[in-house]
């Protein structure tokens, strides 16, 4: 018998078997060559390729990578939750987040708040004094700023900035490469050759190296929003009893669920926090009424012992960055964290 958030979405229908497994192996490596995912599925190149052409047609596909944010020195994650009191300008609110490299991803919403901003600092100072800038920045709109730190990751990944990725203290030949890569993950040895002006095996050697030091997680991709889905938010906020960890694991049941083979997997990212708020988990469904009793009723009962309280929302627009929507194995790649009273953890 199915659990009741164990339904099927009709959009991954739109989209025949092999195009979504094309979107799964992509997300987990895009660097694989066309033909290496031909064999893999059993189907010609032509095929495959125009597959492909076409996701990158429809969806926006792009090829993007997954970088270890600490590794490169990143160590002040904060994702911030704003309300406005006024109509604010995003066109403006953009060209002042572009004037930093600390936000890396942000995104209009329609719901209780109205954008959500990812930021990371190389140190929290200077996360500090860009909060307070942005604080005052946008007072015009009557914002409410609630800041939360991530220092965990469920589920996900926020792509990261080239303004960010370039300010690493790293070597200036892994700086120069994660650049490129992070425009275009497909991008040849020789390709990158020739952009870098390097020689092949150079650039052979250094990209051995990122992945080495542990700088590139991997290759992926992302999509862009799908205007006839509903990519929801929320953040939680909870008031922890005994039995905190029974009702996170029975909510975690939701988020591990998924549809074999899924075009896009239903949760993009889910994090704890620490700060304004106790949760983000930002999922995709086939309309705002699914999401709301398939993902958003069915946790907050899960968590009805210890007073939740939700504040939710439907994305509208990305202003900055872009958004890590793929396809992957969500059992295979959620980092549980198991809550418990051992203050010694």
Same mark, same amino acid.
């Given at each position: 018998? %199915?659990?009741?958030?164990?339904?099927?979405? &009709?959009?991954?229908?739109?989209?025949?078997?092999?195009?979504?497994?094309? +979107?799964?192996?992509?997300?987990?490596?895009?660097?694989?060559?066309?033909?290496?995912? *031909?064999?893999?599925?059993? +189907?010609?190149?032509?095929?495959?390729?125009?597959?492909?052409? $076409?996701?990158? &047609?429809?969806?926006?596909?792009?090829? *993007?990578?997954?970088?270890?944010?600490?590794?490169? !020195?990143?160590?002040?994650?904060?994702?911030?939750?704003?309300?406005?009191?006024?109509?604010?300008?995003?066109?403006?609110?953009?060209?002042?987040?572009?004037?930093?490299?600390?936000?890396?991803? %942000?995104?209009?919403?329609?719901?209780?708040?109205?954008?959500?901003?990812? *930021?990371? %600092?190389?140190?929290?100072?200077?996360?500090?004094?860009?909060?307070?800038?942005?604080?005052?920045?946008?007072?015009?709109?009557?914002?409410?700023?609630?800041?939360?730190?991530?220092?965990?990751?469920?589920?996900?990944?926020?792509?990261?900035?080239?303004?960010?990725?370039?300010?690493?203290?790293?070597?200036?030949?892994?700086?120069?490469? #994660?650049?490129? #890569?992070?425009?275009?993950? $497909?991008?040849?040895?020789?390709?990158?050759?020739?952009?870098? !002006?390097?020689?092949?095996?150079?650039?052979?050697?250094?990209?051995?190296?990122?992945?080495?030091? !542990?700088?590139?997680?991997?290759?992926?991709?992302?999509?862009?929003?799908?205007?006839?889905?509903?990519?929801?938010?929320?953040?939680?906020?909870?008031?922890?009893?005994?039995?905190?960890?029974?009702?996170?694991? $029975?909510?975690?049941?939701?988020?591990?669920?998924?549809?074999?083979?899924? #075009?896009?997997?239903?949760?993009? #990212?889910?994090?704890?926090?620490?700060?304004?708020?106790?949760?983000? +988990?930002?999922?995709?469904?086939?309309?705002?009424?699914?999401?709301?009793?398939?993902?958003?009723?069915?946790?907050?009962?899960?968590?009805?012992?210890?007073?939740?309280?939700?504040?939710?929302?439907?994305?509208?627009?990305?202003?900055?960055?872009?958004?890590?929507? $793929?396809?992957?194995?969500?059992?295979?790649?959620?980092?549980?964290? +198991?809550?418990?009273?051992?203050?010694?953890?």
């Amino acid at each position: 018998m %199915a659990l009741e958030f164990e339904v099927e979405s &009709r959009f991954n229908k739109r989209y025949d078997l092999i195009t979504r497994k094309v +979107v799964r192996l992509l997300s987990e490596n895009s660097r694989m060559s066309v033909t290496e995912i *031909a064999k893999r599925l059993g +189907v010609s190149r032509p095929t495959i390729k125009g597959k492909i052409e $076409r996701l990158e &047609r429809e969806l926006g596909m792009r090829y *993007a990578i997954e970088i270890d944010e600490k590794a490169i !020195g990143l160590n002040s994650p904060h994702l911030i939750e704003v309300r406005f009191k006024k109509k604010p300008d995003y066109g403006k609110i953009r060209s002042i987040l572009e004037q930093s490299y600390i936000p890396q991803v %942000a995104f209009s919403v329609q719901g209780s708040y109205d954008l959500v901003i990812y *930021a990371n %600092a190389f140190s929290g100072t200077e996360y500090m004094h860009w909060n307070m800038a942005m604080v005052v920045l946008l007072s015009e709109y009557g914002a409410a700023w609630h800041p939360s730190e991530m220092l965990h990751r469920h589920l996900g990944f926020f792509p990261l900035r080239d303004e960010a990725i370039s300010r690493a203290d790293i070597d200036e030949d892994s700086k120069r490469l #994660l650049v490129c #890569l992070n425009g275009n993950a $497909r991008l040849t040895f020789h390709q990158l050759s020739k952009m870098l !002006g390097m020689h092949f095996n150079t650039v052979k050697y250094n990209f051995d190296k990122l992945v080495k030091k !542990g700088y590139l997680k991997r290759a992926t991709i992302t999509m862009d929003l799908v205007k006839s889905l509903s990519f929801m938010t929320f953040f939680d906020n909870y008031a922890p009893t005994q039995g905190f960890e029974e009702s996170s694991a $029975r909510a975690r049941k939701a988020i591990l669920f998924d549809e074999e083979n899924p #075009l896009i997997s239903r949760y993009i #990212l889910s994090g704890p926090l620490v700060g304004s708020h106790t949760l983000f +988990v930002m999922s995709v469904f086939d309309d705002k009424a699914s999401a709301y009793r398939y993902g958003l009723s069915y946790h907050k009962r899960m968590y009805a012992k210890h007073s939740p309280k939700r504040a939710s929302g439907e994305v509208r627009d990305v202003i900055l960055g872009r958004l890590p929507i $793929r396809s992957v194995d969500i059992r295979k790649e959620y980092k549980t964290l +198991v809550w418990t009273t051992d203050l010694n953890q």
